[in-house]
């Protein structure tokens, strides 16, 4: 590699990729006068949702986080009530259940598939119902796209009628037992920030099969405002609908969610085939019940084999202005959570301290892709 090299682009982790119709969309919320969050492309874009996802039901909010909050409002969460999570995440996932006044508890994760362990919850949840604490909801994450295996939740969830509240912020586009992933959950929660799969530059979406839980979640987001001309308000909503006009850079996307999860998987598929030959690197199982969206290729360096770090390989990569990151810094390790109890935590933190997630953006070719690996296999020596 040359110095011309180090000057080029930078290489972003997973930058936005517009398909070219977005602008489209866009001029005709223009035309149609509806700059707000209310209009035609908003009911085109939530109506194209559930076409894909096959969701009953759904509403589009301003960010995923705000449409994990409204989920856990919809749902009654209350303060006090005890929520499951993901400890191995990103905090916009767990933050709703602080916003609720919730007593959040972690769960480490599972080994193959890193998400929530389905043993250590089922544990937790028969352990709370012993002791008189039924939880109010369990709230996993479908880490860097993998769905979770909601069979298994389902099978402790569901005698107890704990309802799941489904993080698909980066699996949108993912499958779990053929069908779209999050689908067996009672309410699952997308995002279009603009490092996902799809982006609105920034956006999230609730979907349901229950209508009065969807009713809910909209009214909330508007100001939770009776249906009359003047201003009647029985509770205090909140202001997290999605814009038209972001709405319809959505539209746009999401006629190209497909082909995005297979540009992401070829690239996944490519660093795989590289990774192959070189000891102690290996790529994030992908697990035999779904089809993962691979929405960042995540890599771990086996520290028996290894002395690099993946600070060290971060830093070599930065050097070529490419983008990279450590794994989720698990949330029980966090300061902001020093109050929240986690079950086991082990193997995420092991996942945190080996992991790297490598640059997956779908404008990548191979050639990239031969670029980064070039440069971490040539930091491992
Ligand atoms: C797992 C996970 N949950 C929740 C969120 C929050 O979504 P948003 O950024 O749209 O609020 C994100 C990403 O941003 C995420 O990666």
């Given at each position: 590699m040359n110095s011309s090299d180090v000057a080029a682009k930078r290489m972003f982790l997973s930058a936005p990729h517009m398909s070219g119709r977005e602008i489209e969309y866009v001029q005709q919320a223009f035309d149609s006068n509806y700059i707000a969050p209310v209009g035609p492309q908003l009911n085109q874009f939530e109506e194209s949702f559930r076409e894909i996802t096959g969701f009953k039901h759904c509403v589009a909010v301003s960010s995923g986080t705000a449409g994990l909050h409204l989920a856990l409002l919809g749902l009654g969460i209350k303060p006090g009530d005890i929520v499951?999570?993901?400890?191995?995440?990103?905090?916009?996932?767990v933050a709703s259940v602080k916003y609720c006044n919730a007593e959040l508890v972690f769960v480490d994760s599972d080994r193959h598939s890193w998400n929530i362990s389905p043993e250590l919850l089922a544990e937790e949840i028969e352990r709370l119902i012993s002791a008189g604490k039924k939880p109010a909801a369990v709230l996993p994450t479908e880490l860097y796209g993998q769905p979770c295996d909601l069979d298994r939740i389902l099978e402790v969830c569901e005698p107890h009628g704990i309802p799941i509240v489904c993080d698909s912020a980066e699996s949108l586009g993912a499958t779990y037992q053929g069908l779209?992933?999050?689908?067996?959950?009672?309410?699952?929660i997308s995002s279009f920030n603009g490092n996902k799969i799809i982006t609105t530059s920034g956006g999230g979406m609730i979907a349901?099969?229950?209508?009065?839980?969807?009713?809910?979640?909209?009214?909330?987001a508007t100001q939770a405002r009776q249906p009359v001309l003047h201003?009647?308000?029985n509770d205090v909503g909140f202001n997290y609908r999605m814009s038209n006009v972001v709405a319809a850079i959505g539209i746009g996307q999401l006629e190209v969610l497909a082909e995005r999860v297979n540009q992401k998987r070829q690239i996944a598929a490519w660093y795989a085939e590289r990774f192959e030959a070189v000891d102690g690197i290996a790529l994030m199982p992908e697990t035999d019940y779904g089809r993962s969206t691979r929405w960042l290729t995540v890599a771990t360096l086996d520290p028996h084999q290894l002395s690099t770090r993946p600070l060290d390989v971060i830093a070599a990569l930065e050097s070529y202005n490419i983008e990279s990151r450590p794994v989720w810094k698990p949330l029980h390790l966090q300061k902001a959570f020093a109050d929240c109890r986690c079950v086991g935590g082990e193997v995420s933190t092991e996942f945190y301290e080996n992991g790297i997630c490598l640059p997956s953006g779908t404008t990548m070719d191979q050639s990239d892709v031969n670029r980064v690996c070039d440069i971490v296999i040539d930091s491992l020596k």
């Open positions: 499951l999570g993901s400890t191995l995440t990103f905090i916009g996932s779209p992933t999050g689908r067996k959950a009672k309410v699952a349901s099969d229950d209508e009065e839980l969807i009713n809910q979640c909209r009214y909330l201003y009647e308000h």
